[in-house]
C-alpha cells in the first residue's frame, strides 16, 4: 500500500506542497535519465510473497500483528488486512543459480513464519484468494491496525463518493457493496521485480505487457470469491473494482481506474507511465514530516529518493507497474509484475517467476517496436481473456489464435529458455523450472483447474461452504508437500460428510438457494411455490430485503382449513420474529435449539438480510452422516 510515513491532504498548503514535491520529483527523474545516471550493465531480481493466515477450521485467522512481532525479520511486513502478511525477498543479480537461492530463502522465510505462527494456532497458506473468506470478514476489525490503510481506505471512499461496489459473474454471480478497500484485501499474489536499463525500458515494458495474457492464463489461481465461482482469476476484477474512485454515475466519460493494465504503449520514456498516473488519478496521501527537495539534491551532486513520486505511485495499480529505486545510493528502474497470483505451491511460483524473467531476457528483436507494429488492444484482449477463462482462452499472437497452453509450449517456452541461457542461469535451473511450465500446460493442469474441478464436485456433493473448507484443507496439504499443482491429487468425495457434526456450522451445511416472498405477496402465492417445490417453510422479506418472518407448511393449512381469504397479505399469516443464527453458529448450538422450540427451520441471517437456512430434514440427513458425539443441550448463538 505504498510508503508507511503517510497523512492526509486536509488543507490546501498540504496538498499544494505535495503536489508541489511530486512535480519536481518527476522533473528530478527525467534530468537523471538525460544526464545518464542510472545504473546500467547489471539486472537484478525480486519478489513479494504475499500470504494468507487460517485458523485450524481453514477459516481466516486474525494473527497477523502477533505472528509479524514474533517473527521479528526484517523480511516480514503488514499488509491490509490481519490475515495477510507479506515477505520481501532480498534482491539477486540475476545469473547461474539465483533462482534456486531465491527458492531457498523464501521456503526458509516461510518455515520461520510457521514457525512463529504455531504458537497462534495459525497455518499459513498461500492461495490468490482464499476459499474460506466469508462476507463477516470483510469488516472493520479485520483491518490490520496501522494508520495508513485507515487513511487510505478513508480516502478512496471520500474520493469515490459512495461505497465499493463488486459485481462479478462467472458460472456464478457476485453482487455485494462495501464501505471500505478491505474486499482488496481477499487478494494475494507473488509480485516479480526485473531492473531494467534506461535504454530498454519502452521496449521491454510494452513486451511486458503483451506477455501478461499468456502468463496470466496458464498461472491463474482464484477462481472462487465468497464459495462463489467466477473468474478463473477472479483477482484481476476483485482488485480493480474493490479499489475503483470513479463514481458509477459519471462513466459516459472514459476514466480509468486506478487498477488498470492500460490503455496504450508506451513510447518514449519511463517517465510517460509516472506522469499518465499524475495527470489521471488524485493524490490522495502526503508524506508525514519534512519531505526531500530532489532537485536541490540534484544539484548538490545527490540522488533522491523521490519519495512523494513512489507514494503517489504505490496509490496507483498498473498490473506492470514501473518502479524506481536506489541500491547503494545509485538510481535503477525496474518492472514489477502484478498480477500472479500466490500460490498454488512454492514450486509452481518459482515456475511462474523463472517463465516470466526468460520471456524479458529473451524478446526478440522483433518486438522491439510493438507501439509501430501492434495494436495495443490486441494485449489487453488477450490479458482479460486469461483472467476470465485460464487455461482454457485462446490468445491472439501474430495474427493467429492459439489455445493457451499450445502458444506456451510451442512458441514462448523456447523464447524463455533462450533467455535465460543468455542470462547466465544454469542448465539444471531452467530445465528444472520451465519444466514445471511444459508439464502443467500439457497436463492443462493450473491452480484454477484442480480448485474448479474440486469445488463443482464437493459442492454437489456437501454444498458449497463445505466445499470451500475441504479445498482449503487440501490446498494447506498438498503445499506442504512440495509439489507442483499438476501432480495434486483430486479431492475424493463420498456419501459420508467429511466432519464431524460437532465440528460443523451453519456456513458449513446451510442451503442458499432459497425461495423467498414478500410480505405482501398473497397467501395463495406462497401456497403453490410450497407446492411446487416441495418445500415446508418460506422466508418473509420486506422491501429493504430484511427478513421480517417464516411462513411454514402448517401456517398455510390451518389458514386454509378456516376458510380464510386465499389472497389474504402474507404478513398477516406469516410467524414474526422467528428464531435466527449467524452463520458462524454451530451446528451443536442450531439443533438444540430446534429441539427445544420445536420449530422446523433457522433462517442464517447477516445484519437481517438472508443468507441461507437449516432445516429439521437437514439436521437428520446430517446426524445420519456424521459422528454424533456429547448430549444435546441450549447454548446461546454465537453471534457475528
Known amino acids: 500500500?505504498?510508503?508507511?510515513?503517510?497523512?492526509?491532504?486536509?488543507?490546501?498548503?498540504?496538498?499544494?506542497?505535495?503536489?508541489?514535491?511530486?512535480?519536481?520529483?518527476?522533473?528530478?527523474?527525467?534530468?537523471?535519465?538525460?544526464?545518464?545516471?542510472?545504473?546500467?550493465?547489471?539486472?537484478?531480481?525480486?519478489?513479494?510473497?504475499?500470504?494468507?493466515?487460517?485458523?485450524?477450521?481453514?477459516?481466516?485467522?486474525?494473527?497477523?500483528?502477533?505472528?509479524?512481532a514474533g517473527i521479528g525479520a526484517d523480511a516480514y511486513t503488514s499488509e491490509l488486512a490481519r490475515y495477510n502478511l507479506e515477505i520481501n525477498l532480498p534482491p539477486k543479480e540475476l545469473g547461474e543459480n539465483s533462482f534456486q537461492e531465491m527458492h531457498r530463502e523464501l521456503e526458509q522465510l516461510l518455515a520461520r513464519g510457521q514457525e512463529v505462527a504455531d504458537q497462534w494456532n495459525s497455518r499459513i497458506i498461500l492461495a490468490g484468494i482464499l476459499p474460506t473468506i466469508e462476507r463477516r470478514h470483510l469488516q472493520p476489525?479485520?483491518?490490520?491496525?496501522?494508520?495508513?490503510?485507515?487513511?487510505?481506505?478513508?480516502?478512496?471512499?471520500?474520493?469515490?463518493?459512495?461505497?465499493?461496489?463488486?459485481?462479478?459473474?462467472?458460472?456464478?454471480?457476485?453482487?455485494?457493496?462495501?464501505?471500505?478497500?478491505?474486499?482488496?484485501?481477499?487478494?494475494?499474489?507473488?509480485?516479480?521485480?526485473?531492473?531494467?536499463?534506461?535504454?530498454?525500458f519502452v521496449a521491454q515494458y510494452n513486451w511486458a505487457q503483451l506477455i501478461a495474457g499468456p502468463v496470466l492464463a496458464i498461472a491463474a489461481n482464484s477462481p472462487l470469491l465468497l464459495g462463489r465461482e467466477l473468474w478463473m482469476e477472479t483477482r484481476i476484477a476483485l482488485f480493480k473494482q474493490s479499489l475503483d474512485t470513479r463514481n458509477p454515475k459519471h462513466q459516459l466519460r472514459d476514466k480509468a481506474p486506478r487498477v488498470n493494465f492500460g490503455n496504450d504503449w508506451i513510447h518514449h520514456s519511463v517517465a510517460d507511465l509516472f506522469k499518465d498516473n499524475i495527470a489521471r488519478f488524485p493524490m490522495l496521501l502526503?508524506?508525514?514530516?519534512?519531505?526531500?527537495?530532489?532537485?536541490?539534491?540534484?544539484?548538490?551532486?545527490?540522488?533522491?529518493?523521490?519519495?512523494?513520486?513512489?507514494?503517489?505511485?504505490?496509490?496507483?495499480?498498473?498490473?506492470?507497474?514501473?518502479?524506481?529505486?536506489?541500491?547503494?545510493?545509485?538510481?535503477?528502474?525496474?518492472?514489477?509484475?502484478?498480477?500472479?497470483?500466490?500460490?498454488?505451491?512454492?514450486?509452481?511460483?518459482?515456475?511462474?517467476?523463472?517463465?516470466?524473467?526468460?520471456?524479458?531476457?529473451?524478446?526478440?528483436?522483433?518486438?522491439?517496436n510493438l507501439k509501430d507494429t501492434l495494436d495495443f488492444r490486441v494485449a489487453k484482449a488477450n490479458f482479460m481473456r486469461a483472467a476470465h477463462?485460464?487455461?482454457?482462452?485462446?490468445?491472439?499472437?501474430?495474427?493467429?489464435?492459439?489455445s493457451a497452453p499450445n502458444l506456451v509450449m510451442e512458441v514462448l517456452l523456447p523464447i524463455a529458455e533462450a533467455g535465460l541461457a543468455a542470462s547466465g542461469i544454469t542448465s539444471d535451473s531452467i530445465a528444472h523450472y520451465l519444466g514445471v511450465i511444459y508439464d502443467r500446460c500439457e497436463r492443462q493442469r493450473s491452480g484454477s483447474r484442480w480448485m474448479v474441478q474440486n469445488f463443482q464436485r464437493l459442492r454437489k456433493a456437501y454444498g458449497r461452504g463445505m466445499a470451500s473448507s475441504l479445498i482449503t484443507e487440501?490446498?494447506?496439504?498438498?503445499?506442504?508437500?512440495?509439489?507442483?499443482?499438476?501432480?495434486?491429487?483430486?479431492?475424493?468425495?463420498?456419501?459420508?460428510?467429511?466432519?464431524?457434526?460437532?465440528?460443523?456450522?451453519?456456513?458449513?451445511?446451510?442451503?442458499?438457494?432459497?425461495?423467498?416472498?414478500?410480505?405482501?405477496?398473497?397467501?395463495?402465492?406462497?401456497?403453490?411455490?410450497?407446492?411446487?417445490r416441495n418445500i415446508r417453510h418460506l422466508p418473509v422479506e420486506n422491501a429493504q430485503g430484511e427478513l421480517v418472518g417464516i411462513l411454514t407448511h402448517s401456517n398455510l393449512t390451518e389458514w386454509s382449513e378456516q376458510g380464510r381469504d386465499p389472497f389474504a397479505m402474507v404478513r398477516e399469516i406469516m410467524v414474526r420474529e422467528p428464531v435466527c443464527a449467524a452463520p458462524n453458529a454451530r451446528m451443536e448450538t442450531i439443533r438444540s435449539v430446534m429441539n427445544e422450540k420445536c420449530i422446523g427451520c433457522v433462517p442464517i441471517i447477516v445484519h437481517q438480510h438472508l443468507v441461507g437456512m437449516i432445516t429439521d430434514t437437514d439436521i437428520k440427513r446430517l446426524e445420519e452422516s456424521t459422528e454424533v458425539v456429547g448430549p444435546q443441550r441450549s447454548a446461546p448463538f454465537e453471534e457475528l
Open 1 to 68: 500500500m505504498g510508503e508507511h510515513h503517510t497523512k492526509p491532504l486536509r488543507t490546501r498548503e498540504e496538498r499544494n506542497r505535495f503536489c508541489r514535491s511530486v512535480l519536481r520529483d518527476i522533473t528530478a527523474l527525467e534530468t537523471m535519465l538525460r544526464e545518464g545516471r542510472f545504473e546500467r550493465g547489471i539486472q537484478r531480481i525480486g519478489a513479494e510473497q504475499e500470504l494468507c493466515l487460517i485458523q485450524p477450521d481453514f477459516s481466516p485467522a486474525m494473527t497477523g500483528p502477533e505472528v509479524l
Open 141 to 200: 476489525k479485520y483491518m490490520t491496525p496501522a494508520q495508513r490503510y485507515q487513511l487510505l481506505s478513508e480516502k478512496m471512499l471520500e474520493v469515490r463518493g459512495e461505497d465499493f461496489k463488486i459485481q462479478l459473474e462467472g458460472v456464478d454471480e457476485l453482487i455485494a457493496s462495501l464501505d471500505s478497500v478491505l474486499f482488496e484485501a481477499c487478494n494475494t499474489s507473488f509480485q516479480l521485480h526485473l531492473q531494467i536499463d534506461p535504454a530498454d
Open 286 to 368: 502526503g508524506i508525514a514530516g519534512e519531505d526531500e527537495d530532489a532537485l536541490d539534491l540534484l544539484s548538490k551532486g545527490q540522488i533522491p529518493k523521490l519519495r512523494s513520486l513512489q507514494l503517489h505511485n504505490g496509490t496507483t495499480y498498473t498490473w506492470n507497474r514501473p518502479c524506481y529505486g536506489l541500491s547503494q545510493g545509485v538510481p535503477h528502474l525496474r518492472i514489477e509484475c502484478r498480477y500472479l497470483p500466490a500460490g498454488p505451491s512454492v514450486l509452481d511460483e518459482m515456475a511462474n517467476f523463472v517463465f516470466w524473467v526468460g520471456l524479458m531476457k529473451g524478446m526478440p528483436e522483433s518486438y522491439r
Open 389 to 402: 477463462t485460464g487455461m482454457a482462452t485462446s490468445l491472439e499472437w501474430e495474427g493467429k489464435l492459439w
Open 474 to 532: 487440501a490446498m494447506a496439504e498438498q503445499q506442504a508437500g512440495g509439489l507442483p499443482v499438476h501432480f495434486w491429487d483430486d479431492i475424493h468425495s463420498t456419501r459420508i460428510y467429511p466432519r464431524p457434526f460437532r465440528e460443523l456450522y451453519a456456513k458449513d451445511t446451510m442451503s442458499t438457494d432459497l425461495f423467498t416472498v414478500k410480505e405482501e405477496d398473497p397467501v395463495i402465492l406462497t401456497e403453490r411455490i410450497m407446492h411446487w
